[in-house]
């Protein structure tokens, strides 16, 4: 979002039932993963899948300007991202400033490999992103021996200088971030000796099987309590291999929603990431009553995968535990979305997490619900969604805070609601869902931009 950034309104109709099959693009996490650890790696990875959103594509530039090789190639069977790595220490001092838009991993994961190479980088993002909380990382950070000039102490715009002589930490994590876990994963990867991360709850591990996938040595141990001790072993060879990135779940779950609302829905989506560390929402649905089938499942590039069918169903309210948000981060607005159309109140706890991200996601939830006219509770980190009959619609725009997920939520609703559904702005859609609104209109949506007939 720039200061230049001019509004694109949609509106989402009233559909018929929607069916079809449609592919969902690349996993948002993993595509960033891809690209850095395959930047540091010897050798040269293909990647195969890779998501082409703008968040994405701000990593792959970063990269390029610390002066690694990464070519698109659009071959027969489709776009392969061809990354030549420069080495666990290789990455050059950028003489541009590295603008990661709108995107918290890009920032938080890049940040943890230049922590540990001895070079100085200037890092910035969007509007949305120089608000988020950079203190999470520097603080680490630091400790392995980086040192950082942000702006108010904790925000980007920031300068980092990278440790010339790295140290492994021992590390508990505050919050249940897999950012943060991540950024000092990388950056242990320069460090010597183990660098080890205790995280009270499990979060999304595709860091760990990335790592694993090109040769380093990393353990996971379990504490029993839920907590879960990850420790690496620094310097390691990283050989390039080959990446599949599979369809994420995240993204597949606005489609997903979609059908389960529109009477008479029947859809497949192929080749959708399951790590049961990202599943916490299709768990939620299930047991409010949804028609979800994992077909054909399988493993790709170390990550469990299936083609999910999903049926219109007959939802009813659910509470769902605060243990699971780690699992379900993202998709607590679409989950909004799925309970306002179900019968009986939807209880969400433990949701402090969604007051820092692309927006503050409780308030962007809460404006919307009431907009379309459903009943709804906000607490402090947590919401209630009544329920209870189809909502009528919104009279007035939604504002989105330039958020991808608040957009594509609402225009969700809009699908299966008594009347249209208006949002401000899908611009911050193509952050992390290029072609949301031509696929959702392929299976039988019928959303449009506001000067469209
Ligand atoms: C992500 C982790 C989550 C999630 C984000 C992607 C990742 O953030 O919200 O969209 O790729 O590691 P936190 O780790 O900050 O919860």
């Known amino acids: 979002m720039t200061e230049a950034h001019r509004p694109q309104p949609f509106t989402s109709r009233p559909a018929a039932p929607l069916t079809g099959t449609a592919r969902v693009p690349g996993d948002k996490s993993i595509s960033h993963r891809a690209l850095m650890i395959g930047a540091v790696a010897t050798g040269r990875t293909r990647v195969s899948g890779l998501l082409e959103g ?30 030549d790595g420069a080495g666990l220490s290789g990455l050059a ?25 001895p070079l100085t980088a200037q ?9 988020r909380p950079m203190g999470r990382v520097i603080e680490p950070l630091s400790r392995m021996g980086a040192s950082f000039l942000a702006r108010e102490g904790t925000k980007l715009p920031l300068t980092v200088t990278g440790a010339r002589m790295p140290v492994p930490i021992v590390y508990r994590l505050p919050v249940p971030s897999a950012q943060v876990k991540s950024s000092i994963l990388l950056a242990g ?67 997903t929603v979609a059908a389960l609302i529109a009477p008479g829905s029947e859809i ?62 993202d998709e607590y607005p679409i989950l909004a979305i799925a309970a306002a159309f179900a019968e009986g109140p939807t209880v969400m706890k433990g949701l402090a997490e969604l007051r820092v991200k692309e927006s503050d996601r409780i308030a962007a939830i809460a404006g919307g619900l009431a907009a379309i006219g459903a009943a709804f509770e ?29 957009a594509m939520s609402f225009l969700v609703a809009g699908v299966g609601a008594e009347g249209p559904v208006t949002v401000d702005d899908g611009a911050a859609i193509a952050t992390s869902f290029p072609g949301f609104v031509e696929l959702m209109n392929g299976l039988g949506a019928n959303i449009s931009g506001a000067t469209d007939p």
């Open 54 to 83: 703008e968040d994405v594509l701000a990593t792959a530039g970063a990269l390029r300007a610390l002066g690694v090789r990464i070519s698109r190639e659009d071959g027969a069977t489709g776009v392969t991202y061809v990354i």
């Open 268 to 329: 497949t989506l192929p080749n959708i990431g399951i790590n049961a560390l990202r599943t916490g929402l299709y768990v939620t649905l299930i047991e409010m009553g949804a028609d979800i089938a994992f077909a054909n499942e399988r493993e790709v590039a170390g990550e469990p995968v299936a083609d999910l069918v999903v049926r219109a169903s007959a939802l009813r309210g659910v509470e769902v535990p605060a243990d699971r948000a780690p699992s379900m981060i």
């Open 378 to 406: 906000e607490g402090e980190d947590d919401l209630t969604v009544r329920g209870g009959g189809r909502p009528r619609g919104s009279a007035t725009a939604i504002p989105t805070h330039f958020d991808h997920r608040i």
């Open 93 to 117: 001092a950028p003489t541009t400033v590295l603008d990661m838009g709108n995107s918290g991993t890009g920032a938080r994961l890049l940040l943890g490999l230049l922590a540990t190479h």
């Open 189 to 255: 990867l320069n460090a010597p000796g183990e660098t080890t991360v205790i995280e009270p709850e499990a979060t999304r591990d595709h860091t760990e099987l990335m790592l694993r996938h090109f040769g380093a040595e990393l353990t996971v141990e379990d504490a029993g309590d839920g907590s879960r001790q990850i420790t690496l072993t620094g310097q390691p060879e990283l050989i390039a291999r080959p990446v599949e990135v599979p369809g994420d779940p995240s993204s597949a779950a606005f489609a």
């Open 123 to 131: 890092v910035t993002g969007d509007a949305s992103l120089v608000e």
